[in-house]
């Protein structure tokens, strides 16, 4: 069974860091490029990083560019998110994410870490 379990999240103040990791089992972790999304309380689901399945490629929308690092290692099975300056409308639950393949019928999706920023 594929599973994805995401780690790292707390209270920061503004300004501050930290450092999600996503734990993958069930699937042979090298074989997809993996994403982070997050959700607000009242918006929609919001893309945050995706990066390629060697590591080499990734992609940030600008509210998070420059801020925000995607990694992985495939030794470990495990992707971070390194979120650094945060702001206030960083605040919400973050959700690692395994996008479907071609030949796939859907996503699978981690259960979420809270992450709050406030002073």
């Known amino acids: 069974q594929v599973q994805l379990v995401e780690s790292g999240g707390g209270t920061v103040q503004p300004g501050g860091s930290l450092r999600l990791s996503c734990a993958a089992s069930?699937?042979?972790?090298?074989?997809?490029?993996m994403r982070w999304y997050r959700q607000a309380p009242g918006k929609e689901r919001e893309f945050v990083a995706h990066?390629?399945?060697?590591?080499?490629?990734?992609n940030y929308p600008d509210s998070v560019k420059g801020r925000f690092t995607i990694s992985r290692d495939n030794a470990k099975n495990t992707v971070y998110l390194q979120m650094n300056s945060l702001k206030p409308e960083d605040t919400a639950i973050y959700y690692c994410?395994?996008?479907?393949?071609?030949?796939?019928?859907?996503?699978?999706w981690g259960q979420g870490t809270q992450v709050t920023v406030s002073s």
């Open positions: 990066i390629s399945k060697d590591g080499a490629g990734t």
């Open positions: 069930g699937f042979t972790f090298s074989n997809y490029a």
């Open positions: 994410n395994r996008p479907k393949r071609f030949e796939e019928t859907r996503d699978y």
